[in-house]
Structures are given as structure tokens and as C-alpha cells.
């Protein structure tokens, strides 16, 4: 048996690469690629996503995978207010990075034509 590489999970099967085990695809990713690339960076906001939640299936989920960079291995993801895990309101939109299966980075992404400071007001003297 090994442990993950990534998150020290004990593995019994998975993928191995220069000598690292690692438990899923996910894993092995983030390893390479621990944080967000430039690109990705540029894309989106520093609004992060938080946590989702769903009680008896109310609440909020992540659903879709568009664009998976190819530096950062992040993917394009929307948020929904779900009732009983079907998505019914759109929250936004955000650039997802997982860490392991279960856990997750993401920065909202920026709507086309918006700018870093475009989401602060502007003051005129």
C-alpha cells in the first residue's frame, strides 16, 4: 500500500508518475499544478465561491465543467440554488480548482468586458 502524494490517503490502486502515488486523477493534478496559472488569474475576480451546501437536497451546488485549462487543470463551473439537487437559479459563474475529491478553490469569473477595478464604485470629487 502507498499513500497519496497529494493527500496522503492510503491507496490501493491509482496512478503513479516519477515515483509518486497518487489515489485519482484529481490528486495528481493538483500536485503538478497547486495554484491558479496567470491566465486564470487574469479571467477572474478575487470573489471566491465559499462553501456549498444542500440539506434534503435544498441549497447550493456546483454543476457543468467548461474550459479546463490546460496549465492549471481549473474548469469553469456555475452555481445553483438547487431543489432536490435540481438547479433551478444560476448564482455565477467561477473558475474551480480542486484541491482533492472533495474539496475545492474557486474565483468568480469576470463577465466580458470587466476590468479588476470595475467591481469597485467609482467616486468623482
Known sequence: MHKCANCNALILFG?????L???????MEH??????????LAETSS?????TFTLNGIGSRL??????????????K???FCILFIPIIP?????????TANKYRGRQLRKQGESENSSQPAYRI
Not at 496512478?15 to 515515483?19: F, H, I, L, V, Y
Not at 470573489?47 to 462553501?51: A, C, D, F, L, P
Not at 454543476?63 to 469553469?76: L, N, S
Open 21 to 27: 502515488h497518487f489515489c485519482n486523477q484529481i490528486c
Open 78 to 80: 456555475t452555481l445553483w
Open 91 to 99: 448564482l455565477g459563474e467561477y473558475r474551480i480548482k480542486s484541491v
Open 63 to 76: 454543476y457543468g465543467a467548461k474550459r479546463k485549462c490546460p496549465k492549471c487543470f481549473a474548469v469553469d
Open 47 to 51: 470573489k471566491e465561491v465559499g462553501s
Open 15 to 19: 496512478k503513479s508518475e516519477a515515483n
Open 31 to 40: 500536485f503538478a499544478a497547486p495554484h491558479f496559472c496567470e491566465g486564470c
